[in-house]
């Protein structure tokens, strides 16, 4: 937009307030630095606007954030008529943590990645994997410090609040459906994996799961609070383990031997 490009900005349904108020931002200070009509907020009902926009020749490139599913679709429309995407698709992050890091940050790293938006960001935490050596203290400092959240949680505008709710209803049954599946492939629920009840909203309770690292439902993003715990023993072997997943996106590594980062 500062380079004078026009811009076609389409929010999801649920954000259009949202997207309102930023605009109006972003138009102020464009304004008072000389540009004038460089971005416009198109807002509707159903998938036929951003279709739209998809198809339409005279946008040369289309950004697109959100699922794999409709990335692929957008990709492949856009493309189709020779125009470009940046896409920004499902992340399935992961971090490893070895036995020589600092704990103290690898722990306070690992809670906020996992919990932090009630796990909605597209770079929130979803796979950790803790050396043998020091698992069973990690998950067991883990599951102390979750029930910590309850009793901050609330609304996002409260500055007490640590842990607000999910997005939407939508958001809430993925959330289910993600812990019925863990513990149908032989996960356990360490801690939460429940709506909360008696609060008004799209509330749940942070979780951490044990499972396989190779289940069929760790390579899905459950786009929600759900953090699952892995065991490893060699750093060649936990490597192949983050990357057999087909999201990525980001990856971490706490250590304090540089010789392991190359």
Request: net charge negative; with cysteine; charged share 20%.
């Amino acid at each position: 937009m500062i380079c004078g490009d026009l811009v076609v900005w389409k929010p999801a349904l649920t954000t259009c307030l949202t997207t309102r108020a930023l605009a109006g931002v972003i138009c102020g200070v464009l304004k008072n630095n000389g540009f004038n009509n460089v971005v416009t907020v198109c807002c509707g009902d159903g998938p036929d606007l951003g279709e739209a926009i998809v198809q339409d020749g005279r946008i040369p490139l289309v950004s697109f954030t959100g699922s794999t599913k409709v990335g692929r679709h957008v990709s492949a429309e856009v493309h189709r008529r020779f125009g470009k995407t940046i896409l920004e698709l499902g992340g399935n992050n992961a971090s490893i943590v070895m036995p020589d890091c600092n704990m103290d940050m690898a722990f306070a790293g690992s809670v906020f990645g996992a919990v932090g938006t009630c796990g909605q960001r597209c770079t929130s935490l979803r796979r950790l994997f803790l050396h043998e050596s020091i698992y069973d203290a990690f998950v067991a400092r883990l599951i102390k410090a979750y029930p910590g959240f309850n009793a901050r949680m609330g609304d996002p505008l409260d500055d007490n609040t640590l842990l607000g709710p999910l997005h939407s209803k939508m958001g809430l049954e993925g959330y289910l459906k993600g812990i019925e599946e863990i513990k149908k492939q032989g996960g356990k629920i360490l801690y939460g994996g429940a709506v909360v009840e008696g609060m008004e909203g799209n509330y749940v309770l942070p979780t951490i799961a044990e499972i396989n690292h190779d289940a069929d439902i760790v390579k899905s993003e459950i786009f929600a609070p759900v953090l699952y715990v892995f065991k490893f023993s060699t750093l060649d072997e936990v490597i192949e383990w983050n990357n057999e997943v087909p999201q990525g996106l980001s990856s971490s590594l706490y250590t304090k031997d540089l010789a392991a980062t190359w």
